[in-house]
C-alpha cells in the first residue's frame, strides 16, 4: 500500500502526515479519509481549483492529467510544473510526498 506523506501546512496538517492510500484512489480521497481536509469547492468535479497540490516526488506515476485538469490548473494559484488537482490525481504503487500550497484562489478572493 502506497504512502502519501504530505508536508507540514499550517491549516491541514501542521506537523505535517503520514498516510496509507490505497491504488487507485485519488489523493483527495486519500487525504479526506485519513483527516486532512483540503478544500474541494467543487466536490471533487474538477471544475475549480480549491484542492490544488504540488507533487514534490512521485509525480512521475501519477497518470498524466487530461485536458479539463489543465485548464484548470492554468487558474491555480502558485502553479508548479508538478501541480495537480489531488481530486483528479489518482494514486499509483508508488510513495507521493505532497505540498498542500498555502493559498487557493478560494482563500485570496475571501481574503484570508
Not at 22 to 42: F, M, Q, S
Not at 77 to 92: H, M, T
Not at 93 to 104: A, G, M, S
Amino acid at each position: 500500500m502506497p504512502q502519501i506523506i504530505f508536508l507540514p501546512n499550517a491549516d491541514h496538517c501542521p506537523e505535517g502526515a503520514v498516510i496509507q492510500a490505497k491504488t487507485g484512489e485519488t489523493v483527495l480521497d486519500a487525504a479526506l479519509r485519513n483527516g486532512i481536509d483540503i478544500e474541494h469547492a467543487c466536490e471533487k468535479s474538477c471544475a475549480c481549483t480549491t484542492c490544488h497540490v504540488v507533487v514534490r516526488e512521485g509525480f512521475q506515476s501519477l497518470e498524466a492529467s487530461d485536458e479539463l485538469e489543465d485548464d484548470m490548473l492554468d487558474k491555480a494559484w502558485g502553479l508548479e510544473p508538478n501541480s495537480r488537482l489531488s481530486c483528479q490525481a489518482v494514486v499509483a504503487d508508488t510513495d507521493l510526498v505532497v505540498e498542500i500550497p498555502k493559498y487557493t484562489i478560494n482563500q485570496v478572493s475571501e481574503g484570508h
